[in-house]
């Protein structure tokens, strides 16, 4: 479902309407979330999006590129580096004093 806004933006790049390309994502997604809530089946919201004619436009392909989990985590390995160093520099080479640390 992240993944939706991104989608939609690149069928708008290649000439799709966004008017019309937000209220299909909107609707396949009521009918995804239906899916997996009400029928406990798999979320199928990317094989709705790319049986829809509104986006005929992109590929399969192309829209399972939008999956890509690196494009939705923004800082974290910024900050899970800068949490280890303050780790590692409150630890230092004493091991022991592991134990006392609490984040």
Known sequence: ???????????????GDRQELHERIRVLS?????????????NNLIDLIAADPAFSMLSREEITAHLE???Y???CPEQVAAL?????????????SAEEITL
């Open 84 to 96: 280890t160093a303050a780790c590692r520099a409150l630890i230092g080479s004493d091991a022991q």
């Open 73 to 75: 985590i923004g800082r």
């Open 1 to 15: 479902f992240m993944a939706s806004e991104n989608i939609m933006m690149d069928a708008v790049k290649r000439g």
């Open 69 to 71: 989990p690196s494009r």
């Open 30 to 42: 009521q009918e995804a979330g239906r899916n997996v809530k009400d029928l406990g089946l798999s």
